[in-house]
């Protein structure tokens, strides 16, 4: 998995920067634990930190080609992070083109498909990857980030170059990058979606997702390599679940190659339950048991209330799973003083380095990967099914499908996540966060592929899908990233193979639905592989805590902000909804929706008072 980070820039001498190279590299130790390295050359400066998952032996990075004469400089030189799934193929091919290999790495495949193909490579590549790579003959610097942007590849333009990292901690070690924020950043920390290439430190941005940058002495271009399309869907429907099925059966496997420990992640849920059934089989094959983990809180199904995102716990339907699979499982139990512990609040904020958040469920997402941790290096992860099959009410439910807006965003507005409520008109106003979302809004239709013909069901579906694909996903994906890597977990995504994600994303609506249940087509491509409770069970949403003495907790660190003149975010509150709040918490608890409301508010402040973030052009600041 790894992470990169470097500097170019063309007016110095980057060689005598060692200083601030080991700075930027040595914030990302958590995402690599078991080796670092440096390479600089006069304008290029590269940085790495090694999670050895693949050739534990080799891999060094980075990684440069055979110096071609003494004194010479290497070919190209790559800093890299991820996993590409099909590197065995593409070193045979490379073989076979006069290539000789000294390592068994991907790392070493990904830079010698760039030596025979160009630039091109990266429409050879199936995995999830953030790539830096020098070219000593253009003089020149090659990003290139995955096409579902399951790696995270930040940049931070200055006059004479690029600085750039797997986090905004590492582009932040540098003298040159400052934190600030003005208004367009504070609406990207408010708002429940992530824009692409857009970040809430004003002057850093994120490398989109199937986009490269080019860095050279003409400043940066961009260009996108990969994007979803349009097509017709032709295939019948048992011709439609037989190659969801021969996907999958061919994503997990190829997922699996590891040279360390891995585990799947369990919830009992259909997205989870299918990687791990899936991921059983091909351990069974060669004699091996797969281990999975799940995550519980103390007396949580005993005591479960039903709602309307978690009609049931997932404890019970884990164990069933488990059991029908045969794998080890694990549940991790958590309770309320962990989840409050103020230390590990502190660890998941420095690994979001961002302002956003999910309540408790980072939380426990970061203390289950770090007991996973003990256990494996590398965990199969069921995200993306919800996204890729229409698995969220959005897709259903008549006001989502009408909302001139983030669908999402107008579901959370009507069930109190709305990032308005705790703040003063004038600060909103003085923001114009309305004008702001409707602009991202229309930015993001405009962005989705149209098919000549359909009808009005099937476009909106489409626009739906697309949305949730490009602003909804990449949060998903951020949180299991940040969360998983600040304990040196390596977290892979199985249903976010773009093979699956082009496949599915062509398939009407009705045919998506065809059995009245929400992911009809996996329920039926995976309908051999699970016990009939669990292929049967309503979606539910990753667990949280239900504990009234937790939400009396959480609510004083909002108080604490209002009230308190020194905190950044305390003139911009307004003290009656935090009163509200409160008051509610006196009696009873949040609801979902509150509490994520009062954590994001909570978490941006703390954002803006750890970082040191610099407002500026904000009413109410001087």
Request: hydrophobic share 40%; charged share 25%; glycine share 8%.
């Amino acid at each position: 998995m790894c992470g990169i980070t470097g500097w170019v820039d063309y007016t110095r001498d980057l060689t005598t920067e060692s200083p601030v190279v080991d700075a930027m590299t040595d914030t990302l130790a958590a995402r690599g634990p078991d080796a670092r390295g440096t390479w600089l050359d006069t304008h290029v400066a590269l940085g790495h930190r090694r999670l050895a998952v693949i050739d534990l032996e080799h891999g060094t990075q980075p990684m440069r080609t055979p110096e071609r004469g003494p004194g010479e400089l290497p070919r190209a030189v790559i800093s890299y992070g991820g996993e590409i799934y099909n590197f065995p193929e593409l070193r045979s091919e490379l073989v076979l083109r006069g290539h000789r290999f000294t390592t068994r790495s991907d790392t070493e495949v990904a830079l010698r498909a760039y030596l025979e193909w160009g630039e091109d490579f990266v429409h050879r590549l199936n995995g999830m990857y953030s790539i830096a790579l020098w070219d000593t003959a253009r003089d020149e610097l090659l990003l290139v980030r995955d096409r579902l942007g399951v790696k995270p590849l930040f940049y931070y333009p200055t006059p004479d170059g690029v600085l750039f990292g797997s986090e905004p901690k590492a582009i932040l070690a540098n003298p040159l990058a400052r934190a600030e924020a003005g208004p367009e950043e504070l609406c990207d920390a408010l708002l429940f979606l992530r824009t692409p290439g857009r970040v809430p430190f004003r002057g850093m941005r994120e490398v989109k997702p199937g986009h490269l940058l080019r860095v050279g002495r003409g400043g940066i271009t961009e260009e996108r390599y990969w994007a979803l399309e349009a097509r017709p869907h032709t295939d019948d429907l048992p011709t439609t679940v037989a190659t969801v099925r021969e996907l999958l059966d061919d994503i997990v496997p190829r997922q699996m190659v590891a040279d360390v420990p891995l585990v799947s992640l369990l919830s009992g849920g259909l997205d989870s339950s299918t990687i791990t059934a899936l991921a059983a089989r091909a351990r069974a094959a060669t004699g091996d048991t797969i281990s999975t983990f799940s995550v519980d809180f103390t007396g949580h199904t005993e005591n479960f209330q039903a709602d309307a995102i978690r009609p049931t716990p997932d404890g019970p339907y884990a164990r069933a799973v488990a059991e029908h699979v045969g794998s080890d499982h694990h549940a991790v139990v958590l309770d309320r003083a962990r989840l409050l512990d103020p230390a590990v609040r502190t660890s998941v904020l420095g690994a979001w380095d961002l302002p956003f958040n999910f309540a408790d469920l980072d939380v426990s997402l970061y203390l289950l990967f770090a007991a996973v941790r003990e256990h494996a290096t590398v965990a199969l992860s069921g995200e993306g099914a919800d996204e890729v099959f229409g698995g969220y009410l959005w897709f259903s439910d008549p006001v989502a499908r009408r909302a001139e807006t983030f669908p999402w965003l107008k579901l959370g507005a009507h069930r109190g996540l709305d990032p308005r409520s705790l703040f003063h008109p004038w600060f909103v106003d003085g923001l114009d966060l309305a004008e702001y979302e409707a602009d991202l809004y229309r930015t993001a239709l405009a962005e989705v592929p149209r098919l000549e013909g359909e009808n009005a069901e099937d476009r909106r579906t489409r626009e739906l899908s697309h949305l949730t694909l490009t602003r909804w996903l990449p949060i998903l994906l951020d949180k299991k990233d940040r969360m998983g890597m600040a304990v040196g977990l390596e977290g892979r995504v199985p249903f976010c193979d773009h093979r699956l994600v082009e496949y599915v994303f062509n398939i009407p609506w009705a045919m998506k639905t065809f059995s009245g249940e929400e992911k009809s087509l996996l329920r039926a491509a995976a309908a051999d592989l699970l016990p009939e409770p669990v292929l049967r069970r309503k979606k539910a949403a990753y667990p949280s805590i239900q504990d009234p003495a937790y939400d009396r907790a959480l609510i004083t660190g909002l108080t604490a902000a209002a009230g308190d003149g020194s905190a950044p975010l305390s003139p911009f509150l307004a003290g009656e909804a935090v009163q509200r709040l409160t008051a509610k918490t006196s009696v009873g608890s949040l609801s979902e929706f509150e509490r994520i409301l009062v954590e994001s508010t909570v978490r941006l402040d703390d954002w803006l008072r750890t970082y040191q973030v610099e407002l500026t052009g904000v009413k109410g600041t001087n």
